[in-house]
């Protein structure tokens, strides 16, 4: 019997060591295609991804950051997130399903890049839609686009070219898909749909814009953690906002921000401007301060908690973005308000709308003038002129948030009169300034934005009105609300109008329903009703009821019978919170059952009908 020698006795002994050395091989091949994956990416020959927040028209800064002078070593903590966005980008993907295509293939790619310019308008109608609307506020208000996609490469035309678009990235078609859904969504009642040669449904067509690049674009990690992918979830959450649809919304810039952290966009806003300055760092700060704003925004409505730090604002910034900044701040202190209702809370209050009107008072005084907005004007001082409009609605409506739990308490302890006073006041200043954004014809995007603070303010005007007809004599009630009462109803009839108008207008549609059902229960004719139970978005459910007055009696006011009559004045209010996801009850041992679908509050989309709109 011969004794093994060399390998052979090697194998024998350690059988593993094969097995070993077979997978050590495996390893080899892997690294080798990663390296051959990495080279191609940067291929010229393929097709290339959405870069980062590198300049793209600098060939060298695909690869890196171009090099800066010695007095710039500020910017070396921004390329950290520039540059760790780049490496990821390289970075081999991993796909659960084996039927799922790889995204980072050539074919794949082209197949994306295909399907997503063959959903483009033709330039007639693209042409048709960004004039009748005031979507072209999203070219340099939330992306700068390169000039050489626009009409005619003008950057004045605010319109974009669709054959230019179409010979860019995927994600640069996705963002123009997302900016024409925006458009459409926003057009007038009174557009006239024939005028397009191409769409044959505005609705059908916005929704398979969005659709489409929510499956093949947004959905993806690695299309994201670039500028333009985060520009992409901007848009994607505005159109959600602009059709009520506030948790949604919520959850997509939550996600952007998530992403926007990790490409280090926290660091990047808080570093001083180059001289001269890089666009795509600049393109950066502005992106971050809109997610921050709308994070705030949709915080507060939904009470969820904020996802970023405030950001700082140079001296020399417009006056719409400083007060916004500074109202922005008070916000985290505001959302805390609502937990519970005590003198501590209310001298907090009372601070808090100090702080306010302490800002307001540091604004000019022409600042807090309603502008008249030219309906067909597209330039840089129209834009400035609606942002300052959405700027004055959006800080009388957190003076609402201060004061609204007050105010509901003001019939039965005097204390709080003074928040009745200021929140209808300003929910008086937020209607007023709806009004005239809807004079211009071409302001949806902004009005669907504020109608969500037009809700809430309308709602508030009308549960005083109904307080005080519990109150007071029905005269003396008609003299000091009849004003209120009357910008409610032309408030309604506006709502209607644009509801039986146009299926875009969700939001009018729905506040039209609900305040109408309010005032309903003021009808004298519905006396022998009972009780109407409503359970009104933001505000809970609520019970309304019609009631007489005590009559006043003829004898002795003090005597035992006059006391039960209640001929002191306190009479109980025409209406009750059932479940107040305001102010939830907050005594030991109170369990009154919280409608949490009312504390989770998601807009005024019409997508749960069961649960926000039952009547």
């Known amino acids: 019997m011969s004794i093994p020698t060399g390998p052979d006795r090697v194998v024998q002994e350690n059988p593993c060591q094969l097995h070993i050395g077979e997978r050590l091989g495996k390893l080899e091949q892997l690294f080798e295609r990663f390296v051959c994956r990495k080279n191609s990416a940067v291929h010229p020959s393929e097709t290339p991804r959405s870069p980062t927040l590198v300049d793209s028209s600098d060939t060298q800064s695909k690869l890196s950051l171009p090099m800066l002078s010695s007095d710039a070593q500020s910017v070396s903590s921004i390329g950290d997130g520039i540059l760790g966005a780049q490496t990821w980008r390289s970075a081999p993907t991993i796909r659960t399903s084996a039927n799922k295509p790889d995204s980072t293939h050539p074919s794949h790619s082209d197949a994306v890049h295909r399907y997503l310019t063959a959903l483009l308008p033709s330039q007639h109608d693209a042409d048709i839609i960004f004039e009748s609307t005031n979507g072209w506020m999203i070219l340099n208000g939330i992306y700068n686009a390169s000039k050489e996609i626009y009409v005619n490469k ?61 499956s093949l674009i947004t959905n993806a990690d690695e299309y994201m953690l670039t500028l333009h ?69 949709l915080g507060l409505h939904l009470r969820l908690p904020f996802g970023a730090d405030d950001v700082p604002v140079s001296n020399d910034a417009d006056l719409q973005v400083i007060h916004r900044a500074r109202i922005n701040a008070l916000s985290k202190e505001i959302a805390d308000l609502d937990r519970d209702i005590t003198p501590q809370s209310y001298a ?101 934005l504020g109608e969500i603070g037009v809700f809430i303010a309308a709602v508030t005007l009308t549960l005083d009105i109904v307080i005080e007809l519990a109150m007071k004599e029905k005269s003396e009630v008609q003299k ?54 409503l ?20 004898f002795d006011l003090d005597s035992d019978t006059g006391k039960k009559l209640n001929a002191t004045g306190h009479h109980l209010p025409v209406f009750s919170f059932v479940s107040n996801a305001l102010w939830p009850p907050m005594e030991e041992g109170c369990d009154h059952g919280l ?21």
């Open 154 to 214: 003008d950057e004045q035309s605010y319109a974009l070219d669709m054959a230019a678009v179409a010979q860019e990235r995927s994600i640069i078609v996705a963002r123009t898909l997302l900016h024409l859904a925006i458009c459409i969504n926003s057009l007038p009642p009174e557009f006239d749909q024939s005028r397009l040669t191409n769409i044959w449904s505005l609705d059908a067509t916005m929704q398979n814009y969005v659709s489409t690049v929510n």
């Open 480 to 533: 000091t609300k009849g004003t209120d009462f009357a910008m409610i109803c032309r408030l309604i009839g506006e709502m209607e109008k644009l509801a039986k108008a146009s299926t875009r207008e969700k939001i009018a549609a729905r506040s039209a329903v609900v305040l109408k059902k309010m005032l309903s229960s003021l009808d004298p004719s519905r006396q022998g009703a009972g009780k109407a139970r």
């Open 595 to 615: 409608d949490w679908d009312m504390v989770l509050f998601d807009g005024l989309e019409d997508k749960d009908t069961e649960g926000n709109w039952l009547f």
């Open 229 to 297: 992918g985060l520009e992409c979830l901007m848009l994607l959450a505005v159109y959600h906002m602009n059709s009520a649809n506030l948790r949604q919304a919520w959850l997509i810039v939550r996600r952007a921000m998530n992403l926007a952290h990790l490409m280090g966009f926290h660091r990047i806003v808080t570093q001083p401007d180059l001289n001269p300055p890089i666009p795509a760092v600049s393109n950066a700060k502005v992106l971050w301060r809109h997610f921050v704003d709308i994070d705030r925004y």
């Open 535 to 554: 359970t009104i978005p933001f505000f809970g459910t609520v019970e309304l009821e019609y009631r007489k007055l005590p009559v006043r009696p003829l």
């Open 348 to 448: 907090k209050a009372l601070s808090l709308d100090e702080k306010l009107e302490t800002n307001m008072r540091e604004m000019p005084p022409d600042f807090w003038d309603v502008p008249n907005i030219p309906s067909t004007a597209r330039s840089p001082e129209s834009f400035a002129a609606l942002e300052r409009l959405m700027v004055q609605m959006w800080h009388f409506e957190m003076k609402i948030f201060v004061h609204l739990p007050y105010l509901l308490r003001a019939p039965h302890e005097s204390r709080y009169e003074f928040s009745k006073v200021t929140a209808l006041q300003a929910s008086r200043n937020v209607l007023m300034r709806w009004f005239a954004l809807r004079n211009a014809s071409i302001t949806q995007a902004c009005c669907r």
